[in-house]
């Protein structure tokens, strides 16, 4: 009995130790992410709810029903939308291609990859002047326009900018993305499409019914990824147009950076807010959506 | 016989399939590298060259109108210079201290961040890997979800915290979140929980403590991932935009990344070589830690570790 107590003191102490060791070693980070995220969040949320930091009076809802009022907000968040919706399928599928070009049997593999790597390598800032000279008024693509007697576009001055911004996004993005999928490809199991081919099945047959089910989890990666990385999309526009952009590529941070100049605390707490939880709304479908995915091919 | 005549002609079609993409992915692979090798070989352009075919991007201010006025209507996109100079590079370097002095902008913010970041996640990385439970997984989840959220929704927090502490317009008010950002423990978590836990029992029946777990055992076979961490978040911060826009009200502060837009209407004869000096250190990384980054890249794929 007293064997007992004693033994079971012992791995008591192993593991206050342990826990001391696991707290150590994770304390600077925990604290830094608790100081600089999420206490202040709920700062956030408090702010949202209150009508002005001075008078601090309960108004519930009235910010957000605000906000959703909010023109300029409506706009940038109709934008980033559009964006979002034709870019991300639009990326993923072309870096699923590149994936799948690469992985074929062609030459210069290794000189194609870095090629298509480059992009994410270089700051937007540096090459953004490039872009202009092409998509200016007078610029490169509308001298090729020219020769196929096509109506010139004023590119960053009206509705037709968001197809520039597709263009910079998918040159940015393409290169990572196919990186994930290349590593996913080389994690089929071989033998499985050994087998496939014995049994006399296409190559058509192979990708949408072998390959696809193993990368399932991957694609839903990339959209998740591509998503969060195309609400950067301001950067592009902002280098591109300035602080001032035309009415189709006035984005979400744009909203962000005119409310910071203003410090309309109210206004930044609740589209915040709103914007995490559709956020956190997203994540929780792929998280599901990943989960009975994850199921099948197992 | 029939059997080998149409292997036979399958083989060929598949070698006329593989000409075609060769040929498909090198067009791509020129679309892909033409904005930067236009930038670099522009950079080698004299001022009255770049005058004479970016004439349309050259504006004037007009003090008597009050409106911009063009050089020219021409704009012509050119990449072979007439003449290979390297005027552009010593008027940046020795004439024109400004965007030198933005460049180090850059490097003050960034090293730091990339620095002090992989230190923390480190750490923090060993905690996740080697003890879990419960509460660690909830706990790396919210690491999870805080990673997945745009500047749009953190940059909020971060200026409210960097108000109450005073460091608004200080390097600081980017810095010190950047170093708490959760992307590198994440990643190097998930790579510290493929160390097998019999290396690690192992050292502990030899005597090692947990430091020297951590450093003798942990650290070292992380060392290539911890690499490709640091060029992956070096390069996502020498593309900062968003931050310096909110955080620095005082542009003298702002880092090239930003900066660079604002010369390019004014001095379009320095933007090439500037931002080409820009690139530099980042091409690099490619060149040397190509491998690195894309074994990086793979470890970054799937949210469950």
Redesign the interface.
Known sequence: MRKKVKANKKSRTIKGSERATELTFIAPSLLGVLVFFILPFFVVIYYSIIDNPINKEFVFLDNFKAIIENEAFVLAAKNTTIFSVIAVPLVVVLSLLLALLLDSKIPFKSQLRASFLCPMMVPIASVVLIWQVMFHKNGTVNQIFEIFEAQPVDWLKSNQGMVVVIIMFLWKNLGYNMILFLAAISNIPGDIMEVATLEGAGSIYKFFHLKLRYLSPTILFVTILSLINSFKIFREVYLLTGDYPFDALYMLQHFMNNTFNLLEYQKLSSAAIIMSIVMVVIIGIMFIVEYWFGKDVE | MMKTVSVKKQKRRQKVA?VF??I???L???L?????V??IA?SFMTQKEINAN?G??ISNFDESEGKKTYIS???N?KLIPDKVSVEQYKTVLLKSSDYLMKFWNSVILVVPIVLFQII??C??A???A??RGKLKEL?FF??V??M??????????????ADTLGLLDTRMSII??G??A?FS?FLLAKVMRRIPTSFIEAAKLDGAG?VQI?TQICLPLSKSAIFSVVLLLF?DY??M??QP??MLSDSDYHP??????KI?SGD?GL??AV??I??IP??L??FYG?DY??EG??Y?????G
């Open positions: 593989n993409l060769t498909f992915a090198i791509c692979a020129v892909f590298l033409f904005p930067t236009m930038t522009n970016y349309a991007m209507e021409k704009l996109l923390v996640a750490l923090a060993y905690s996740f080697r003890y706990l919210l690491y979800i805080l997945l959220m745009p500047y749009q929704v953190t940059l909020v927090p971060n200026y409210l915290v010190l979140p170093i708490f959760p423990v947990e951590f390069i020498w593309n935009v968003e826009l909110i090239l990344s930003v900066f660079l837009s390019n379009v933007a090439f931002a080409v820009y690139m980042t091409l990384m490619f190509e980054l894309v890249i793979a970054s794929g799937g949210i469950k």
